[in-house]
């Protein structure tokens, strides 16, 4: 009984020792203490930071910083720099590009200019510590864009740039960073340094914007079908970035948000890779790098003397003022209203993820002291109220500044209901591809799920086809649940396929139907007649699918546009998913169509308050589409507007264009558009 009782002891004895219980407190830790500390309003990473003071060696002394928490909190560390790579949005980023510039170069330069004076002279540190404390200031985290989101406000003009700011500054705060701990080392910021730096950071960025990108758009296409290999791929190319990143003479953070950037447009952010990636990183890697951090903070630091409060107290008033003038001088720029300046400050204000890495390297490198460290982590938690509260009030009052709707503008708009897709099952070749498109054009609001249709004969085998339908559909559920997107299955009895479809389009309130190429029939057309059976007994618009490529491998939307296509209903849902399209995939829209249609589709984006990078060119001969063709490249994807025949945008020709396309574009991947 006394060996068990000592084995207990030996067991529980603090700091826990035994891995397995390490492991076994800290999952419970990152379960609970969100639980708990949810009715205080508190945001999520100040919570995990004090739970790491509460268990940590200044605390109650539960755990110690040993070398398994230390490999969970680096990769966590990259893990975060990946994600604020990945999910940056290059679009929107392309279109306000100048804007965003001007912005980031505010929003990086004031609060480097007021933070360097009161650091090294007001607080007294070394020019390393102050400027690199100084550039912390710049940093954003956009903690508070999902109530942007959330409000209906996230397509507003000033929270694209501010955005787009986020890769200037968060780009030029490693840099700096890289830049002072050169200067920490021995020999310091001599001309070799720079030549070395220079060559290096060269060598680099080829690398991980042409190198990378080539080898995973090869790896996603060769290995498409392997989808639990594309994470594992991912994950070798964050922590080779990171390594070549350290032989590069930078630090490894630099080559982890170098790779998210340069995997950006190959990962859409409605993927089931994008989703396995967050997944993983907020469940386990960033959570335990969050309650790392926090068993870093020695509390009685704070507590020991004016300095630490002073310290915490000053750097939390230079950030928040540095980014306060940057919203007014950008509002003054671009004469924005107060609650745009307010969201600017808002969304531009909040520090974390980026401000821990700059930050916590500095201290590991010995560039800071446990002041600095402290402080900051005071920072965070005040900046990440000021940041919540200032976004959720801004974004509000420009809810409530925007323009009266007609109410029966708003009841024929596409997005008044939840948007419904049926895809009807014709073809079990390539419908992997045709629910990965119905994904990344399904509407993120909607909660409707995306519907699989699969029509049987009415016969005595009717009851068997239905069941074994369905259980062939099965593998297509689980793919979409990888995305976190409901698919249900459904199946109707009906002798004539186009009958059936058309039906139950009316019974789900169908929005868009997403069907696959049909193969070539005997009259050498591609709508042959029981595709054309379907398009003319249904009413809704539909996608004809092509998908010859993975759709993360594509360069470029190349829209086809008929004349009076902008007469027809269905012109804002088609239109709207091309845009979501090139959000998704990172690809900008190349449009040829005639100046009235060119001017419809502005002004549709416009009054949607929707960013995509356009561009028109003017066309309008249907007999020759060679110029067309010239212009795409392999890797486009072309998109034809079609009409039905009763339709005001209906021309003879359009019936001979599928077919024509298909012989001139064999190897392009191409989708048919029949607007409602």
């Not at 492991?23 to 500390?37: A, E, H, N, Q």
């Not at 870093?296 to 950030?319: E, K, N, P, Q």
């Not at 540095?322 to 520090?351: C, D, E, N, P």
Request: proline share 4%.
């Amino acid at each position: 009984m006394n060996e068990f009782l000592e084995i207990l002891y030996h067991e529980f004895e603090l700091p826990f020792s035994n891995p397995v219980l390490v492991f076994s407190v800290i999952l419970l830790i990152i379960l609970v203490s969100p639980i708990l500390f949810r009715r205080l309003k508190i945001p999520g990473i100040i919570v995990l930071i004090i739970s790491g003071i509460i268990v940590g060696p200044y605390g109650a002394g539960l755990l110690e910083q040993n070398a398994a928490i230390d490999l969970f909190s680096k990769i966590g560390l990259l893990y975060i720099m990946f994600i604020a790579g990945l999910e940056l949005d290059m679009n929107q980023f392309k279109v306000n590009r100048n804007k965003s510039f001007l912005f980031g170069a505010f929003t990086f330069t004031i609060p480097l200019i007021i933070g360097f004076p009161v650091c090294y002279y007001f607080l007294g540190y070394n020019f390393n510590a102050s400027f690199l404390t100084a550039s912390m200031f710049a940093t954003h985290t956009l903690i508070a864009y999902p109530i942007v989101s959330r409000l209906g406000v996230s397509k507003n003009e000033a929270v694209a740039i501010t955005v787009g700011g986020t890769i200037l500054t968060d780009t030029a705060v490693l840099i700096i960073l890289a830049i002072i701990l050169g200067n920490a080392e021995e020999g310091g910021l001599t001309a070799d340094f720079w030549i070395r730096l220079m060559i290096s950071l060269t060598i680099f960025v080829a690398i991980m914007f042409f190198l990378v990108p080539r080898i995973a758009k090869w790896f996603f296409t060769k290995m498409e079908k392997e989808k639990h290999s594309h994470y594992i791929f991912v994950l070798t190319v964050v922590f080779l970035a990171a390594f070549l990143a350290e032989l590069a003479g930078i630090e490894d953070i630099i080559g982890a948000f170098l790779a998210g950037l340069g995997l950006n447009r190959l990962i859409p952010h409605s993927s089931a890779l994008m989703n396995r990636i967050e997944f993983m990183g907020n469940s386990l890697f960033i959570p335990i790098f969050l309650l790392s951090v926090g068993m870093l903070v020695d509390v009685r630091v704070i507590f020991s003397g004016y300095m630490a409060i002073v310290v915490a107290i000053t750097l939390s008033i230079v950030a928040i003022s540095g980014k306060w003038l940057a919203a007014f001088f950008t509002q003054l720029v671009f004469k924005y209203t107060s609650s745009q300046r307010k969201v600017i400050f808002g969304l531009s204000s909040g520090h974390a993820a980026a401000t821990l890495a700059v930050i916590l390297v500095g201290f590991n490198a010995g560039i800071i002291d446990k002041n600095i460290l402290n402080g900051t982590i005071i920072l965070i938690l005040i900046t990440s109220i000021v940041a919540t509260l200032a976004t959720e009030n801004a974004a509000r009052k420009m809810v409530a500044e925007s323009e009266e709707v007609n109410p029966e503008e708003v009841k024929n708009s596409e997005s008044f209901k939840m948007e419904t897709i049926l895809l009807p099952l014709a073809n079990i070749v390539n419908f992997d591809k045709l629910v990965e498109f119905a994904i990344l054009i399904k509407d993120k609001s909607s909660e409707n799920p995306v519907s699989i249709l699969s029509v049987v004969p009415n016969d005595e085998q009717a009851e068997l086809n239905i069941a074994q339908a369905k259980t062939k559909l099965e593998e297509f559920v689980v793919q979409a649940s990888a995305s976190e997107t409901m698919v249900d299955i459904t199946a109707t009895i009906d002798q004539d396929v186009a009958e059936g479809i058309s039906r139950k389009s009316k019974e789900l309130i169908v929005d868009l139907l997403v069907m696959g190429w049909p193969t070539s029939s005997a009259k050498d057309v591609v709508i042959g007649e029981k595709m054309a059976g379907i398009i003319n007994r249904t009413t809704k618009t539909i996608m004809i699918c092509q998908p010859l490529k993975p759709w993360a491998t594509h360069q470029r939307l190349v829209l086809g546009v008929p004349e009076r296509s902008e007469e027809m209903e269905g012109f804002e849902l088609w239109v709207k998913k091309s845009i979501k399209i090139s959000e998704e995939l990172s690809v900008p829209i190349l449009v040829f169509c005639s100046d009235k249609t060119q001017q419809a589709i502005i002004e549709l984006v416009e009054d949607l308050n929707l960013r995509a990078p356009f561009e028109f060119r003017t066309f309008q001969n249907w007999e020759d589409i060679s110029l067309i063709v010239e212009s795409i490249e392999p890797d486009d994807i072309f998109m034809l507007v079609n009409a039905r025949k009763d339709s005001v945008a209906y021309q003879p020709v359009l019936e001979k264009l599928p077919r024509r396309l298909e012989k001139m574009l064999g190897e392009t991947t191409k989708i048919l558009v029949y607007p409602q």
